[in-house]
């Protein structure tokens, strides 16, 4: 079920792709008509070839879909166990915009 959406979406993608490779510049309006008339009509295919995974394939498919989801476990786990800051940003802002401060030159001696 999740390769059949994979390659689905990869297929649109690319088609999507390659249609706006070829397009010819939007200013003009009427290269659909010219395109379709340039076209020979073709006979429909009598059936579409449904390509099956092997065992091995979809087994590996699976395994690397259960990966995804046990790291994805994982980081939610992470991120529920860490707790939230105890000051906000502004704080945390202001309070470093402090240290940035130089300190202030010394005074020359009056002799120097």
């Given at each position: 079920?999740?390769?059949?959406?994979?390659?689905?979406?990869?297929?649109?993608?690319?088609?999507?792709?390659?249609?706006?490779?070829?397009?010819?510049?939007?200013?003009?309006?009427?290269?659909?008509?010219?395109?379709?008339?340039?076209?020979?009509?073709?006979?429909?295919?009598?059936?579409?070839?449904?390509?099956?995974?092997?065992r091995e394939d979809m087994s590996a498919l699976t395994a690397a879909a259960r990966t995804v989801q046990d790291s994805g476990e994982r980081v939610r786990a992470i991120a529920a166990a860490t707790p939230d800051p105890e000051e906000d940003a502004e704080t945390y802002a202001a309070r470093h915009r402090a240290r940035a401060v130089p300190p202030e030159k010394p005074a020359r001696p009056a002799g120097s």
């Open positions: 079920m999740i390769m059949r959406f994979l390659a689905v979406t990869a297929a649109a993608a690319a088609l999507t792709g390659c249609v706006r490779l070829d397009m010819p510049a939007p200013a003009s309006e009427s290269w659909t008509l010219a395109r379709v008339a340039e076209t020979q009509p073709g006979a429909a295919p009598v059936y579409v070839p449904e390509r099956r995974l092997s």
